[in-house]
């Protein structure tokens, strides 16, 4: 198993640019989330779903989109990129939302000049 | 909204000592607790998992608690070692809602 794999490892942007930072996982979980680390402040939980075409907003999801059309993927999209938006960006998935250990990805590096 | 606290945020011991970490959080209600270990530009690597009906999980040299009445959670490192130096942070997720609520982390430095 790949576990959860994250493309592209670095980005940069200029602002105002739109892109979207692929997630996949081979595990079969139904639950998969996106969360940015900026220092001082942990992992913030961006967007999450609980099965394919299932998706809801987490505690910062504002101007990032998602969409869930299959159980493997899971991609983030920036619509129009902002300084504020530079950050490390993980996706995780677990078996189920509540119950079960979550497995990240590396991580997406993201500037946004 | 849950929150969940890490202290210290860094800590220094040499090596061989037996240290314990910590993590606090102020709702109860939670399904599980999670403990994960990264090293400076990478991913998250988990460690350990309790579920709320657990008291404490053991792998290795690594021992996790969990006191849900106090809102409290330990992870016991035994005889660390250099190798151990890295950021550590628990996570728990709440019986309501579909979330996961992370700590800020403690920065482990293990002196040789």
């Given at each position: 198993?790949?576990?959860?794999?994250?493309?592209?490892?670095?980005?940069?942007?200029?602002?105002?640019?739109?892109?979207?930072?692929?997630?996949?996982?081979?595990?079969?979980?139904?639950?998969?989330?996106?969360?940015?680390?900026?220092?001082?402040?942990?992992?913030?939980?961006?967007?999450?779903?609980?099965?394919?075409?299932?998706?809801?907003?987490?505690?910062?999801?504002?101007?990032?989109?998602?969409?869930?059309?299959?159980?493997?993927?899971?991609?983030?999209?920036?619509?129009?990129?902002?300084?504020?938006q530079t950050s490390v960006y993980f996706c995780a998935s677990s078996y189920d939302r509540g119950s079960s250990e979550q497995f990240f990805g590396p991580g997406?590096?993201?500037?946004?000049? | 909204?849950?929150?969940?606290?890490?202290?210290?945020?860094?800590?220094?011991?040499?090596?061989?000592e037996n240290l314990v970490l910590n993590c606090s959080f102020t709702d109860s209600a939670i399904y599980n607790l999670q403990w994960f270990r990264q090293d400076?530009?990478?991913?998250?690597?988990?460690?350990?998992?309790?579920?709320?009906?657990?008291?404490?999980?053991?792998?290795?040299?690594?021992?996790?608690?969990?006191?849900?009445?106090?809102?409290?959670?330990?992870?016991?490192?035994?005889?660390?070692?250099?190798?151990?130096?890295?950021?550590?942070?628990?996570?728990?997720?709440?019986?309501?809602?579909?979330?996961?609520?992370?700590?800020?982390?403690?920065?482990?430095?293990?002196?040789?």
């Open positions: 198993n790949a576990g959860v794999t994250q493309t592209p490892k670095f980005q940069v942007l200029k602002t105002g640019q739109s892109m979207t930072l692929q997630c996949a996982q081979d595990m079969n979980h139904e639950y998969m989330s996106w969360y940015r680390q900026d220092p001082g402040m942990g992992l913030r939980l961006i967007h999450y779903s609980v099965g394919a075409g299932i998706t809801d907003q987490g505690e910062v999801p504002n101007g990032y989109n998602v969409s869930r059309s299959t159980t493997e993927d899971f991609p983030l999209r920036l619509l129009s990129a902002a300084p504020s997406t590096r993201l500037t946004v000049l | 909204k849950q929150e969940v606290t890490q202290i210290p945020a860094a800590l220094s011991v040499p090596e061989g400076p530009g990478k991913g998250l690597t988990s460690l350990l998992l309790i579920q709320s009906s657990q008291r404490e999980q053991t792998s290795g040299r690594l021992n996790a608690s969990l006191d849900k009445s106090s809102g409290r959670s330990t992870l016991y490192i035994a005889a660390s070692q250099p190798g151990d130096s890295a950021t550590y942070l628990c996570a728990v997720s709440k019986l309501t809602g579909n979330q996961f609520y992370f700590g800020t982390g403690t920065s482990l430095t293990v002196i040789p």
